[in-house]
């Protein structure tokens, strides 16, 4: 099992509709957790954290569900502008006590008219 | 403007040869990282520095070299052991090092294509 896994989607949805992705992770002690959006053939750019609590961010809203090992991103009102990939990062200790930074592969969303 | 440059943005290499891709930050930030992308995959760490004179292995770390003699420079060598060397390469920076939950700021990258 991957230790950071996506659905790689692509994810096709209207201008307007409501899209989540989920993100599982398989270290239960791991720590932080974040969204960064890549666009085509660019760098990636941190979207937002992830706290336990939840946060949002305009139409972005991240959350953390560490019972069941995954944190979601769930985008409003979906703009064209919002296509991109949306990768998940994992923060955690791997077995030798190093920290360790995980990306997921990430979930393509493309916005149609 | 205050950022991560790397250079070359696209750069071909033959088979054999070693090549160095450039990444520079005036962010006085004391971490810098390399990755490595391919098609539908994931990010993977390469190497890391937290400090200057000092390196880490990352996970892919065989077949590639780093220095860093500066606080702003980490150089990366894919030398002519890396058997797959054709990928998107980019480098990172964080203000503090040891991988912490310091969000990580990305230069533009570097395609390297083997040819």
């Known amino acids: 099992r991957k230790e950071v896994e996506q659905d790689p989607g692509p994810f096709n949805v209207p201008e307007g509709a409501t899209v989540a992705f989920n993100c599982t992770y398989s270290n239960s002690a791991s720590q932080s957790f974040f969204w960064y959006r890549q666009d085509c053939r660019k760098e990636p750019k941190l979207l937002m954290s992830?706290?336990?609590s939840g946060n949002e961010d305009g139409r972005f809203t991240a959350q953390l569900n560490r019972a069941s090992q995954y944190i979601s991103l769930l985008i409003r009102d979906s703009k064209l502008s919002d296509s991109a990939t949306y990768l998940c990062?994992?923060?955690?200790?791997?077995?030798?006590?190093?920290?360790?930074?995980?990306f997921g592969s990430g979930t393509r969303l493309q916005v149609q008219p | 403007d205050g950022g991560i440059t790397q250079s070359p943005k696209y750069l071909f290499r033959k088979e054999g040869q070693n090549v160095t891709l450039s990444c520079e930050q005036n962010l006085n930030h004391d971490a810098m990282y390399w990755y490595r992308q391919d098609p539908g995959q994931g990010l993977r760490l390469i190497y890391y520095s937290q400090i200057v004179n000092d390196f880490q292995k990352g996970d892919i770390a065989e077949g590639y070299s780093v220095s860093r003699e500066k606080k702003e420079s980490f150089p990366l060598t894919v030398t002519s052991a890396q058997k797959n060397p054709t990928a998107f390469y980019l480098c990172?920076?964080?203000?503090?090092?040891?991988?912490?939950?310091?969000?990580?700021?990305f230069g533009p990258g570097t395609r390297l294509t083997v040819l």
């Open positions: 992830v706290y336990s």
């Open positions: 990172a920076s964080s203000p503090q090092g040891g991988l912490s939950t310091d969000t990580q700021y």
């Open positions: 990062v994992v923060i955690g200790f791997m077995d030798t006590g190093r920290r360790a930074l995980t």
